[in-house]
């Protein structure tokens, strides 16, 4: 099969109605959404009944859980926690009910093995994987758990950490001349689909990828959306406008 698997929409509606349009083109058999499906954008009603309305199997994240009140934004900074106490004010009952009942975690079997998806790391939704000690630690999980592939969001930052038995974890990273990896059987592998509504890469176009789990390969996708309209009602909600200027910025 194939599949899109996207994270990190943010309430950025004119991110996630560009990236439908990109992931459509693409002819993908299944889209699975890796959370934060809300959170620091404009939109998070709409975004959330893309998700819902579509049947995208999601997994939470955290901005999830503290919009929908399952947790508290005790640890979140001043701008990401004005967001989400904004957010919680305008979330709808239905969706609210929608994101408290998402996974924690989906797991399918592939051609290639098992497979994870999870929001911030194997571990734990709120864990950033940022270094091959952070990988190792998540590798080490998934031999356990018998995981030939997991699927994670969280760092805005696209990447596709691999590893085998014996030796060091390695790091393919992306970039826009090297967007398609040929994944060989024996690795491991932790792939950072990047953001689709706030990318953190120095790149202000969204991110997805395309998983072909028979052939093997993962491919990111970029596009570009209405960047200007995104920010400029950000600006209208009164909501922190490091919010809008991050968009532009990509970080």
Same mark, same amino acid.
């Given at each position: 099969?194939?599949?899109v698997?996207?994270? #990190?929409?943010?309430?950025?509606?004119e991110?996630?109605?560009? @990236?439908?349009?990109r992931?459509?083109?693409?002819?993908?058999?299944?889209?699975?959404c890796l *959370? #934060?499906?809300? *959170?620091?954008?404009?939109?998070?009603?709409?975004?959330?009944?893309?998700?819902?309305?579509? *049947?995208?199997?999601?997994?939470?994240?955290?901005?999830?859980?503290?919009?929908?009140?399952?947790?508290?934004?005790?640890? @979140?900074?001043?701008?990401? =926690? =004005?967001?989400?106490?904004?957010?919680?004010?305008r &979330?709808?009952?239905?969706?609210?009910? @929608?994101?408290?009942?998402?996974?924690?975690?989906?797991?399918?079997?592939?051609?290639?093995?098992r497979?994870?998806f999870?929001?911030?790391?194997?571990? #734990?939704?709120?864990?950033?994987?940022?270094?091959?000690?952070? +990988?190792?630690?998540?590798?080490?999980?998934?031999?356990?758990?018998?995981f030939?592939? +997991?699927?994670?969001?969280?760092?805005?930052?696209p990447?596709?950490?691999?590893?085998?038995?014996?030796?060091?974890?390695?790091? +393919?990273?992306?970039s826009?001349?090297?967007?398609?990896?040929? &994944?060989?059987?024996?690795?491991?592998?932790?792939?950072?689909?990047?953001s689709?509504?706030?990318?953190r890469?120095?790149d202000?176009?969204?991110?997805?990828?395309?998983?072909?789990d028979?052939?093997g390969?993962?491919? @990111?996708?970029?596009?570009?959306?209405?960047?200007?309209?995104?920010?400029?009602?950000?600006?209208?909600?009164?909501?922190?406008?490091?919010? +809008?200027?991050?968009?532009?910025?990509g970080?």
């Amino acid at each position: 099969m194939k599949y899109v698997v996207f994270s #990190d929409v943010h309430g950025n509606l004119e991110a996630l109605e560009r @990236f439908a349009q990109r992931a459509d083109e693409k002819g993908a058999d299944q889209m699975v959404c890796l *959370g #934060d499906i809300v *959170g620091y954008g404009a939109d998070p009603n709409a975004c959330v009944e893309f998700v819902r309305d579509r *049947g995208v199997p999601c997994v939470s994240g955290n901005h999830d859980d503290v919009v929908s009140g399952l947790v508290e934004p005790d640890d @979140f900074n001043p701008d990401a =926690r =004005r967001a989400i106490l904004w957010c919680r004010e305008r &979330i709808s009952p239905r969706n609210r009910r @929608f994101l408290r009942a998402l996974e924690q975690r989906i797991v399918i079997e592939t051609p290639r093995g098992r497979t994870l998806f999870v929001h911030g790391s194997p571990a #734990d939704k709120d864990e950033y994987i940022m270094s091959g000690w952070s +990988a190792m630690k998540s590798f080490g999980l998934m031999e356990r758990e018998d995981f030939c592939c +997991a699927f994670v969001g969280h760092t805005h930052q696209p990447c596709v950490w691999v590893w085998k038995a014996g030796e060091r974890v390695g790091l +393919a990273p992306y970039s826009r001349q090297h967007s398609v990896f040929s &994944i060989s059987p024996e690795l491991r592998l932790i792939v950072n689909v990047g953001s689709v509504g706030q990318p953190r890469d120095g790149d202000p176009e969204g991110c997805f990828v395309v998983w072909d789990d028979e052939a093997g390969s993962v491919e @990111f996708v970029r596009f570009g959306y209405d960047v200007a309209k995104a920010q400029e009602k950000i600006i209208r909600a009164n909501l922190p406008l490091f919010l +809008a200027d991050r968009l532009a910025g990509g970080y």
